[in-house]
C-alpha cells in the first residue's frame, strides 16, 4: 500500500542541525511532490515548504527560509528535510506529507512523524 | 503574513450537528481543505476542494464555502468525531500553504 514512514525520533542540542527522513513505498516516488509540516505540542500544524522528487525544486515557508533544506534520493525513493540552527522552539513533530490520491491539493498521504527535541 | 482562522473549540452532544469555520482573504480564490487529527495520529483528509469527500469518510461529514468562510459541518456527530480539525488554503497567490490554529470538537 501506499505509505510514507519517517526515520525515528531525534534529540539535539541548541545551535545543533537535524535531518528527517521520509521513504515512500507502493508508488513511484518521482510523481508526487512531497511537503513538510511540522506540529509543536498542544499546537496547530505548521507548513514548511514543498519539494518535487522529480526534478528537485523546491519552496519554502518564509518563515524557514535559510534554514531549512529539503532534498531526495531518487535510488532509494527517500526524501529528506534538514533544518538547521536549530532552537527549543523547533521542538515539535514533523511529518512529511504526499499529494498522492488525486484530492486536488490534500496532503493525503502522512509519514507517522518524528519527534525533534531541542534541549541543552 | 497570510492567515486562517478558527475558533480554539466546539462542543456538542451526540448526534447534534457541529459547524466548524475557517476565515481567510484568500477563501473566495483558493480552495480550502479539512484534516481531523486525533491524538498521537497524523491528520487525515476529510473534506477536499472546499466540498468535497473523499472516499471512506463517512457522509456526515460535508463543506461550503462563502466569501472569507469555509465550514466544515459535521451532522449528526458521533463519539469518535471527536478530534482536532485544522482547516488549509493557499494564500492569493497559491505559492504558500497556511494552516489554520485548528479546531478542537469535543462531543459532550
Known amino acids: 500500500q501506499v505509505q510514507l514512514v519517517q526515520s525515528g525520533a531525534e534529540v539535539k542540542k541548541p545551535g545543533a542541525s537535524v535531518k528527517v527522513s521520509c521513504k515512500a513505498s507502493?508508488?513511484?516516488?518521482?510523481?508526487?511532490?512531497i511537503n513538510w509540516v511540522r506540529q509543536a505540542t498542544g499546537q496547530g500544524l505548521e507548513w514548511m515548504g514543498w519539494m518535487n522528487p522529480n526534478s528537485g525544486n523546491t519552496g519554502y515557508a518564509q518563515k524557514f527560509q535559510g534554514r531549512v533544506t529539503m532534498t531526495r534520493n531518487t535510488s532509494i525513493s527517500t526524501a529528506y528535510m534538514e533544518l538547521t540552527s536549530l532552537r527549543s522552539e523547533d521542538t515539535a513533530v514533523y511529518y512529511c506529507a504526499s499529494k498522492n490520491l488525486g484530492l486536488g491539493d490534500a496532503f493525503d498521504i502522512w509519514g507517522q512523524g518524528t519527534m525533534v527535541t531541542v534541549s541543552s | 503574513s497570510y492567515e486562517l482562522t478558527q475558533p480554539p473549540s466546539v462542543s456538542v452532544s451526540p448526534g447534534q450537528t457541529a459547524r466548524i469555520t475557517c476565515s481567510g482573504d484568500?477563501?473566495?480564490?483558493?480552495?480550502a481543505y479539512w484534516y481531523q487529527q486525533k491524538p498521537g495520529q497524523a491528520p487525515v483528509v476529510v473534506i477536499y476542494k472546499d466540498s468535497e469527500r473523499p472516499s471512506g469518510i463517512p457522509e456526515r461529514f460535508s463543506g461550503s464555502s462563502s466569501g472569507t468562510t469555509v465550514t466544515l459541518t459535521i451532522s449528526g456527530v458521533q463519539a469518535e468525531d471527536e478530534a482536532e480539525y485544522h482547516c488549509q488554503s493557499a494564500d492569493s497567490s497559491g505559492t504558500y500553504w497556511v494552516f489554520g490554529g485548528g479546531t478542537k470538537l469535543t462531543v459532550l
Open positions: 507502493g508508488y513511484t516516488f518521482t510523481s508526487y511532490e
Open positions: 484568500a477563501l473566495p480564490k483558493q480552495y
